[in-house]
């Protein structure tokens, strides 16, 4: 498969969502299944390196499946309230450049100091 844009990505959710009459959930809707899938993840980050081992009855699930999942509803949530996932990362890479770009120690200047 072909890798796609965030905008790509975005149209494909739409065009998933869109067949059905419901169409997209309510913002606290889209929250509260948000905050669902990030428990999820939670529990697989757990299993997987935390001290709490999967129970014998449950099924195996994938942290890269949880991950999908949020996406998913990320990209529900932006078309939902029409923002471009594009635009919202641009705009918040630059604030991480600029706001951040000292605040944490560069691996070239660890090198320099050995």
């Not at 905008?7 to 959710?13: F, N, R, S, T």
């Given at each position: 498969m072909a890798e796609k844009t965030m905008?790509?990505?975005?149209?494909?959710?739409d065009r998933y969502?869109?067949?059905?009459?419901?169409?997209?959930?309510?913002?606290?809707?889209?929250?509260?299944?948000?905050?669902e899938e990030v428990g999820?993840?939670?529990?697989?980050?757990?299993?997987?390196?935390?001290?709490?081992?999967?129970k014998e009855t449950e099924a195996e699930g994938s942290m890269e499946m949880e991950l999908g999942d949020l996406l998913f509803i990320i990209i529900c949530f932006a078309n939902s309230l029409d923002i471009d996932l594009e635009t919202a990362f641009r705009e918040v890479m630059n604030k991480y450049y600029t706001r951040d770009a000292d605040r944490w120690t560069r691996i070239e200047e660890e090198a320099k100091e050995l």
């Open positions: 905008k790509e990505m975005q149209q494909d959710v969502i869109s067949q059905f009459k419901e169409g997209y959930f309510q913002p606290l809707s889209m929250l509260a299944r948000m905050t999820e993840l939670a529990r697989e980050v757990n299993h997987h390196f935390g001290e709490k081992p999967k």
